[in-house]
């Protein structure tokens, strides 16, 4: 039989690891703002993300596994030329080439673009506008940021407003993956 004082060793040492483990993955909120839907093809999906970026007024975060929508893109520009501050993060295998890329476009306009190394795929597909509020919003979903996503493929996408704690919660992981990623000038990309 161990000694009372062996127990709470043992007790005080099983106590430190489940301290020093990582916190849990996910996190839970109460529901507040406003949901809007969209199921492509048979909804106008891209007319839902040009509409959250259109409304963007002082932040606009973007990740983008692929990233070949031009009309995104221009849209995307038009926020940055308006004086929205926007920076881009994409999945570095998938956004490698020029050829067939949005992402020479914000480049070309002067958007901060990095893309994700780090992983075997960056499959992100986020806007993030005015996360400090009003106004704030997240789009989520399996909707890239493509023709074949409006016109060929059964994608969906979220957009949550007005709930800006949750909204901060994908702007502060959005921050996590920019500070791994490689900014990048041009393509193609060579890692």
């Known amino acids: 039989m161990r000694r009372p004082e062996a127990r709470v060793a043992a007790w005080a040492l099983a106590l ?15 529901a507040e703002g406003e949901l809007e839907v969209a199921f492509s093809p048979r909804d106008d999906a891209e007319a839902v993300v040009l509409r959250v970026i259109r409304e963007a007024r002082r932040t ?3 990740q983008a596994y692929v990233f070949t929508s031009r009309r995104v893109a221009d849209e995307i520009v038009a926020a940055h030329r308006r004086g929205v ?15 067939g ?8 306009a002067g958007v901060p673009v990095a893309l994700e190394t780090g992983y075997a795929a960056a499959h992100n597909k986020l806007l993030i506008a005015d996360e400090a509020g009003p106004g ?6 399996s909707y890239n940021f493509s023709w074949s996503a409006q016109n060929r493929n059964a994608e969906n996408l979220l957009v949550v407003r007005e709930h800006c704690a ?12 920019r500070a791994e990623a490689t900014p990048i000038r041009r393509l193609p990309f060579n890692p």
Request: hydrophobic content about 55%; aromatic content about 6%; some cysteine.
């Open 16 to 30: 430190s690891a489940c301290l020093a483990a990582p916190a849990a993955a996910s996190q839970r909120f109460a």
């Open 60 to 62: 606009l975060l973007v």
């Open 85 to 99: 501050k926007v920076a881009v993060l994409a999945d570095a295998q998938m956004n490698r080439r020029a050829k």
């Open 101 to 108: 890329n949005a992402l020479p476009r914000l480049l070309a």
């Open 136 to 141: 704030c919003a997240v789009l989520t979903g």
């Open 166 to 177: 949750l909204v901060r919660v994908y702007a502060d992981n959005w921050r996590r993956h």
